[in-house]
């Protein structure tokens, strides 16, 4: 087997006194759409938030395409090709919608020039049309499916190789959740590789092509989405019973 | 078990052995130079105390402390000279004086924050420098006051001994004082303004009567010192109150441990010796004053006292915390929650509601009723204006127009904070907690607005405080255990998962015994599983006649647990009822449902 685009071995996150994971392990590999479903406190956004450089992990291993990253800050993950789109969103306010997307490619500005930021805004602006109609509006007045829909899109701006989502569906109604998801199986089968935390399980499974079942800061399960929504332990625990 | 044991005679130990030390000082120093520096250590102590309630606490940064110190020290210095008053009554009067001054710089945090209100603190240290140069009449110019009297009490005049034992004393009445401060709801309830005002308002905390509070108290305790300062010098003069000092004082509390009991004093004590030490630097004793200044700050950014603590957490044992099963329900929850409304009653009634931000109209002529004791939801596509119409209700947003009625009174264009008074209790859509708190702290600081005891039962640790404190932490513990929470209770609220915080909002809420309960989308971002345990949560609040209304996309929730649905689109109601009316109702399934899911598919065992 080739080399995994994200490896995470026995991954060890505190937060004061709080073991919030202990010895995950998970992988995503190039191209992959991979879930992440758990109860709260079960480690899955601890998970992120240390492969995305935002927290140090006490102990454990991260490796991106093949070379170990753990303990780098965010910003240097960013700049490997990791984007991390953070629960509870958080736009930059008090910019507006475009100046928020211009903040997203800053590294491809570095890189490749003002210029090539107009090509990712407007291709930005082709996948969530509504982006490009609030465009001026400050993103702090966005409903909450906009600026979900404009931190996706910030993410995006810094071209990751892997874009991980934490709770999509968070304070979204259920029309929104029916325009995003297919965005998202879009990228993906455009190549980009998705790593998705998602507490509405049906759905997660629904569009992932394998997933992870954590409970308790351990990986409980994993195997592939379809077979997963057919486990009777996962049906039970989070999928509900009337299915 | 160490633990509690140190909780519960820590301090009276601490006082006792910085009182025994203190006693016995005036008998180890060489000279009387010496003993001066110790008494100037204790009145600069007394300063710094009292600033790290208003900005270790509180969050409000002076640096205007010298100038309350001058107006202490100026009161005695002429009150004492020219009109002969005694000991006692001069430093009443610097005191009371100096509450005044501090109550007067608390105005400007009615609309000023941050280092804006810094500059004007700035200010006010500056306009008394300069009074006490210019009005010679009073100040004696430049010249300053001079042949004040020696402090005499009950006939005896005060010798350098006598005047540091009066010294002691006062520094460890302050001492006790701050820390009954700290540790009790006003402590909780400053620093819970400080780390959210929005989250204060809504468990009935008003965060201007805080931040007054926090400006007399320092105010009080650095007019004292101001004054005490005049006894021990027997001469004041501008020089004394400059800018520099207010600067000082600021750095006592942030070198100490801003926030800690003992940070001040110890800020204080380095402060006041290191210049002494440092004069075998000769020329460069500022360079190396500063410079070990930098260092320590840069090695300890929390100051030395709360470095220390963090350090010492570093050895705690990791724990694996897990949330119990919730709710937890038994015979004792009907205590727990209780609400005088009739099922039945109206709770809060909305008349022609309206809310306009510049030229959109997030609310649109809303017209509700919400019934005691039922959970009533509100349904809409996001930006449907669901979140404001919660704001309007919850007195976050005054309504453009249109009027509110809770309980029988008129809501309309009451604070947040009143709302809350009157049993209006709610919750966030991305939570707010106060983070640095603990998760009972938070709990403790929603029973805010039914303790009794008030701050001379605190400072003076009268019965009442220990029935109040007693009372409300059995119950909150009890409602962190009604929600799963009680392994958590000591954990800093941040420290817990998203969807704990959530359960540890309603927990909080609860404590204030509310009549209504606001939830905005408290399903977010919860399994299927937790989302059962919520749902059986709602509908027993709401058996307790404590009426819920709910804001949430979970559309199977909903319609699950709903007595009545309001279905909201551009702002207005487009359609309200009970769910079988709403389910069917074609526009509510044009905007809001879309295509994925039609609510139809609630089986039978989750309608129960």
């Not at chain 1, 210029?115 to 049309?129: N, T």
């Not at chain 1, 569906?169 to 959740?177: D, E, F, H, R």
């Not at chain 2, 409304?341 to 809060?348: F, R, S, T």
């Amino acid at each position: 087997m080739t080399v995994p685009l994200l490896k995470v071995e026995n991954l060890c996150v505190n937060y004061g006194h709080i073991e919030a994971t202990r010895g995950i392990s998970i992988e995503v590999g190039e191209g992959e759409f991979v879930g992440v479903i758990g109860s709260n406190g079960a480690g899955k956004s601890s998970t992120m938030k240390a492969v995305a450089g935002v927290i140090k992990p006490v102990s454990g291993t991260i490796q991106f395409a093949g070379k170990p990253v753990h303990g780098l800050q965010s910003h240097e993950m960013v700049r490997r090709g990791v984007a991390l789109v953070p629960e509870g969103r958080f736009v930059f306010a008090d910019q507006s919608t475009e100046e928020n997307l211009i903040l997203g490619g800053f590294v491809q500005a570095e890189r490749n020039g003002v210029g090539a930021i107009r090509e990712d805004i407007d291709r930005m602006y082709q996948l969530f049309p509504r982006l490009k109609e609030r465009r001026s509006q400050l993103a702090g007045s966005l409903s909450g499916g906009e600026q979900q829909m404009l931190v996706i899109a910030r993410g995006l701006m810094s071209r990751p190789r892997l874009l991980m989502i934490d709770e999509l569906s968070l304070g979204l109604a259920p029309k929104i959740l029916d325009f995003l998801f297919p965005v998202l199986v879009e990228l993906n089968r455009q190549g980009l590789s998705i790593l998705l935390v998602e507490q509405i399980a049906t759905r997660a499974l629904a569009v992932t092509t394998r997933a992870y079942v954590m409970e308790n800061g351990h990986v409980k399960l994993s195997g592939v989405s379809s077979q997963l929504a057919h486990d009777p332990a996962v049906m039970e625990a989070y999928l509900g019973k009337q299915h | 078990m160490k633990l509690p044991l140190l909780k519960r005679f820590g301090f009276p130990v601490l006082v006792l052995v910085l009182g025994a030390v203190l006693y016995a000082l005036p008998h180890m120093v060489a000279n009387s130079y010496e003993l001066r520096v110790w008494m100037l250590l204790l009145i600069y102590a007394l300063v710094a105390l009292g600033l790290n309630i208003l900005t270790g606490l509180t969050g409000l940064v002076s640096l205007g402390q010298a100038g309350i110190f001058a107006v202490g020290a100026y009161a005695v210095a002429v009150l004492s000279t020219k009109f002969g008053m005694s000991f006692f009554a001069c430093m009443t009067v610097a005191i009371v004086l100096s509450a005044a001054l501090g109550a007067l710089l608390a105005y400007p945090t009615v609309r000023v924050r941050g280092v804006y209100l810094t500059v004007i603190t700035i200010a006010f240290g500056i306009i008394v420098e300069n009074v006490a140069i210019e009005w010679q009449s009073l100040t004696g110019g430049t010249g300053g006051i001079s042949s004040i009297p020696n402090a005499t009490i009950a006939g005896v005049k005060l010798d350098d001994h006598g005047y540091f034992y009066l010294l002691l004393v006062m520094f460890l009445v302050a001492f006790i004082f701050h820390y009954n401060v700290i540790k009790s709801r006003y402590g909780r309830a400053m620093r819970a303004v400080s780390q959210s005002e929005t989250a204060a308002r809504t468990v009935g905390i008003n965060p201007i009567v805080i931040r007054l509070m926090s400006f007399v108290i320092a105010a009080c305790f650095a007019g004292a010192a101001g004054g005490a300062y005049a006894y021990l010098n027997l001469y004041v003069n501008p020089d004394t109150f400059r800018f520099d000092d207010s600067v000082r004082f600021l750095l006592m509390v942030i070198l100490g441990g801003s926030g800690t009991i003992i940070g001040p004093v110890l800020g204080a004590g380095v402060l006041t010796f290191i210049p002494e030490i440092l004069q075998a630097f000769g020329a460069w004793q500022r360079f190396a004053y500063g410079a070990l200044l930098a260092l320590v700050m840069f090695g300890m950014p929390l100051g030395i006292v709360g470095t220390l603590n963090l350090w010492a957490r570093r050895f705690d044992k990791k724990v694996n915390r897990s949330s119990r099963p919730w709710p937890c329900i038994d015979q004792d929850t009907h205590a727990l929650l209780h609400s005088s409304a009739k099922a039945g009653d109206v709770c809060l009634s909305t008349d022609e509601l309206s809310m306009a931000f510049g030229g959109l109209i997030a609310n649109d002529r809303i017209s509700e009723s919400l019934k005691s004791g039922m959970v009533h939801s509100v349904i809409g596509p996001n930006g449907a204006g669901k979140s404001t119409f919660i704001n309007c209700i919850s007195g976050f947003y005054r309504p453009t127009s249109g009027g509110i009625t809770f309980m029988g009174q008129s809501a309309t264009g009451k604070s947040s904070h009143q709302l809350a008074r009157m049993g209006l209790a709610r919750t966030f859509q991305n939570t707010e907690l106060f983070g640095d708190m603990t998760v009972l702290e938070n709990v403790l600081v929603g029973a805010d607005s039914r303790y009794r005891s008030g701050l001379f039962a605190t400072l003076l640790r009268l019965p009442s405080f220990f029935a109040d404190e007693r009372r409300y932490e059995q119950e909150a513990i009890r409602l962190l255990q009604y929600v799963g929470l009680d392994d958590y209770a000591q954990e800093k609220a941040r420290n817990l998962p998203f969807g704990h915080q959530r359960r540890l909002e309603i927990a909080r809420a609860l404590a204030m015994s509310p009549t209504l309960l606001l939830l905005d989308e408290p399903a977010a971002g919860l399994t299927h599983g937790e989302i059962e345990d919520l749902m059986k949560l709602i509908r027993n609040i709401a058996s307790h006649q404590i009426t819920v209304l709910l804001v949430e996309h979970h559309v199977d929730m909903i319609m699950a647990i709903s007595d009545h649905v309001t279905v909201l689109d551009y702002g207005k109601v487009i359609a309200s009822g009970t769910v079988q009316q709403v389910r069917n109702d074609p526009a509510v399934i044009e905007a809001y449902f879309g295509t994925g899911g039609t609510p139809g598919k609630v089986s039978n065992e989750e309608a129960v």
